[in-house]
């Protein structure tokens, strides 16, 4: 069956600190991958997403994700907090075919220290 | 691009009325759109799978009766909440995917959201 694990519920850093989210997922064929933010009472912003080629996928807000076909993983990681980032993130694997449908993970919520 | 909207962006209802919220496709056609449920401090359920011109899909759990959706158009998928209790208050979202996109690009575009309480 198809799922999306995020493993850490919370995590705390402080501002300027690296980050490194992580996301796990188990799927027959290959992924469509995808990172969201929301932040508290708004909608999903789309950080990154990966389709195919290069493994290392850069996004907005200085964000990069590393697709790791061997660990099934794609963290999502920043090196330098900002306060600003404090929010919900959501990672997403999307079906290649079929439905479409995408499948979220439980989210990881980031708090950040001044 | 690329752009959803939803609308209302928040509703407040008595129970047992029923409240419609748009999800609408404002630059591009949407053939599939998708609703999804949140509750507070939770991830997004998939509610049902929208396609233009044909019954919706809805997931297992999910009561097709009390969620009526409606897919007439190519850029307008509605969900009517039936006779709402306050167990149905949620933050409902929506997406679309490009009727142009093939399956080389599985792309949802997302909505804001719209937030309903039932009181």
């Known amino acids: 069956a198809q799922s999306v694990t995020q493993p850490d519920i919370h995590i705390t850093v402080s501002e300027g600190a690296s980050l490194e989210l992580r996301c796990n997922y188990s799927?027959?064929?290959?992924?469509?991958l995808f990172w969201y933010v929301q932040s508290p009472g708004q909608g999903l912003q789309l950080l990154l997403k990966y389709f195919s080629g290069d493994t290392l996928v850069q996004g907005i807000k200085g964000f990069e994700a590393e697709f790791k076909r061997s660990q099934s993983s794609f963290n999502l990681r920043k090196p330098s907090v900002h306060w600003s980032d404090a929010a919900e993130y959501f990672c997403?694997?999307?079906?290649?075919?079929?439905?479409?449908?995408?499948?979220f993970g439980t989210g990881t919520r980031l708090k950040v220290l001044a | 691009g690329a752009v959803v909207s939803q609308h209302p962006s928040w509703v407040i209802c008595k129970s047992g009325t029923s409240v419609k919220i748009e999800c609408r496709s404002l630059d591009f056609q949407a053939t599939t759109m998708f609703w999804y449920r949140q509750f507070p401090k939770q991830s997004l359920m998939l509610m049902a799978t929208s396609n233009e011109g044909s019954k919706a899909t809805y997931e297992q759990g999910v009561e097709k009766d009390k969620f009526l959706i409606n897919h007439a158009s190519l850029t307008l998928s509605t969900l009517t909440v039936t006779s709402a209790h306050p167990e149905d208050s949620s933050f409902y979202i929506c997406s679309a995917r490009d009727r142009l996109a093939g399956s080389v690009y599985n792309e949802q575009f997302f909505g804001p959201g719209t937030r309903l309480t039932v009181l």
């Open positions: 997403a694997v999307g079906a290649s075919s079929g439905t479409y449908k995408y499948i």
């Open positions: 799927y027959g064929a290959t992924p469509y």
